[in-house]
């Protein structure tokens, strides 16, 4: 019986072991994933996807300790859901808004794609051009703008004969006012 309670329950300090390292390994993973989630995101090949698993094997373990018990993997698992729920009200402040405001980067401008930026977020032509045949483009010409959003999708924005891009609908496009000239040039 000493043994199901030695493998269910927990001690004080294991608790706050949990907790501190919950929070810690918390921290570290959402740092790395800022960085480098959008080009996880809008293209996550075999290696990005292998390397997210052992990313989360390694957190997961490094979180229970020493010895992996019910009552530590449920406190580790309500101790992220408290983080989570201060990091969103965090996230949602209107400070971290505003500096957050331009994650969105358009990286093909009126059929030009924009080399330097698609660099920028660690992308290649081809996840570009994979989101382009998704969205139905068959030309270059047929996009007045192509954006990789902060989570990473792609939004492909199509030219028209009889279509005017609206300028909200670049909110939150870093240098919009830029690109809502170039393509008011283009046209």
Known sequence: ???????????????????ISTIVLYG?????????????????SSLDLAVVTVLGAIV??????QVPTLSGGLLALGTL???????????????????RRHRAVAVMVAGQV?????????????????????????TPQEVAVAVVEADGRFTVLRTGEELELHPAALTGVKQSGELLERL???D
């Open 1 to 19: 019986m000493d043994d199901l309670a030695y493998y269910l329950g927990i001690s004080p300090f294991g608790a706050l072991a949990v907790v």
């Open 28 to 44: 570290a993973i959402t740092s790395l994933l800022s960085r480098a989630g959008q080009r996880l995101y809008a293209s996550p």
């Open 60 to 65: 997961g373990r490094s979180i229970l300790g």
């Open 81 to 99: 859901f408290l983080v989570e729920c201060v990091a969103g009200r965090v996230r949602r402040s209107a400070r971290m808004v505003a500096r």
């Open 114 to 138: 924009q080399r330097g930026d698609l660099a920028r977020l660690g992308l290649d032509e081809s996840a570009l051009w994979s989101a382009l045949r998704g969205a139905g483009v068959r």
């Open 184 to 186: 008011a040039a283009a």
